[in-house]
């Protein structure tokens, strides 16, 4: 909204400024950590007075877990609207990427809060039944994949591209859509397997919101992406300003989910975040790119299809407990020591997934 004040700027030099999509970056992330800052308190109490018992404490969970019995969830509430608030200041409206990852996030944000809302008003961890959810999903990811691919020109809006090889594209043709939502889902529902300590999931979150802005930088600047030899997708540079907005309210939400947590994010923002993440993927063609930077939410998820997949052919266990954070927990590590680990983790991945912009 900020940038029609560039129409002034041949009255008002000083409006140029928001020309930048650096400039406009930066002001998305402190005015969505402000938001969340600000209203955070008043969401929490609000959330805690609703939910009565909180988010229902899973019984075969490790035992230092029933502390947190009570701790109001859907906390992503105050993330999105730290994320939606910001980007409609800061960002160019014009650019239809932006509308589909805000749809996307919202989308999936909504799946998530009516899951939330199940699970606690039944104090059950039985919440929106998987097909259905992941039904609902696909639809909104259908819709999100089918629009990213008639924005850009074919064959290139349907091809898959490969970090560290800067000429081969694979075009997919019409396969494109199950593809890219496979993609956005997988990325949805991986995020919301992470989200179970305080601070896991939203850490790692950000360090991959802070690599793809400047993936999406890159990507939608024609000078940059000519020199670093990846792929020029125009318009993919205003999603830069989306996940300033993301990082912002990330460290907003933190200081509220730092241990010991006042308040769980729920599928509410971990759903939304990992879709609006995967989308941004398919958008700036860096799908692959996505399992490297976020190869803690892939770790994630395979443990728990690794889990589930050998229970059922041979009854026993791969891990202590699935998602894989758990199997540490239940090795003995204290819950500050899995997070922080993690974090570690997610940083070194970041670091190798950025790599491939200029190893090509």
């Not at 910001?86 to 749809?103: G, K, M």
Request: aromatic share 12%; net charge positive.
């Amino acid at each position: 909204m900020l940038t029609l004040l560039v129409d002034f700027s041949d009255q008002f030099s000083v409006f140029n400024i928001f020309r930048y999509i650096t400039f406009r970056t930066g002001g998305a992330l402190i005015t969505s950590a402000l938001l969340v800052f600000i209203f955070g308190p008043l969401i929490i109490d609000s959330l805690r007075i609703r939910q009565g018992k909180g988010q229902p404490i899973r019984a075969d969970g490790p035992q230092t877990h029933f502390k947190k019995a009570g701790t109001p969830t859907m906390g992503g509430l105050m993330i999105l609207s730290g994320i939606v608030g910001s980007s409609l200041l800061w960002v160019n409206l014009s650019s239809i990427y932006v509308w589909v990852v805000l749809f996307v996030t919202l989308g999936f944000g909504a799946i998530g809060f009516y899951d939330d809302y199940l699970k606690v008003t039944k104090q059950s961890h039985l919440g929106l039944s998987g097909k259905k959810r992941l039904g609902i999903e696909f639809v909104i990811a259908g819709i999100a994949a089918w629009v990213i691919m008639q924005a850009g020109q074919a064959p290139f809006s349907s091809s898959l591209t490969f970090p560290f090889i800067k000429d081969f594209l694979l075009n997919l043709g019409w396969f494109f859509i199950p593809f890219s939502c496979l993609v956005v889902v997988g990325a949805g529902n991986a995020v919301n397997l992470t989200d179970g300590l305080d601070g896991l999931a939203i850490v790692p979150i950000m360090i991959a919101a802070a690599s793809f802005g400047v993936i999406a930088y890159l990507s939608g600047n024609a000078v940059f992406a000519e020199y670093l030899q990846i792929h020029f997708v125009p318009g993919t540079g205003e999603l830069a300003v989306i996940l300033g907005a993301v990082v912002g309210a990330g460290l907003g939400f933190l200081w509220f989910n730092a241990p010991p947590a006042a308040i769980f994010m729920g599928d509410t923002g971990s759903l939304a975040l990992g879709g609006l993440i995967g989308t941004i993927a398919v958008a700036t063609k860096h799908e692959i790119v996505l399992a490297i930077i976020g190869g803690l939410f892939v770790l994630e998820a395979l443990s728990v299809i690794i889990q589930v997949g050998f229970f059922k052919m041979t009854g026993k266990r791969v891990f202590l407990m699935a998602p894989i954070h758990h199997h540490f927990e239940k090795l003995g590590w204290t819950e500050s020591q899995v997070v922080i680990r993690f974090w570690i983790v997610a940083v070194i991945l970041a670091l190798v997934g950025l790599s491939t912009l200029k190893l090509r």
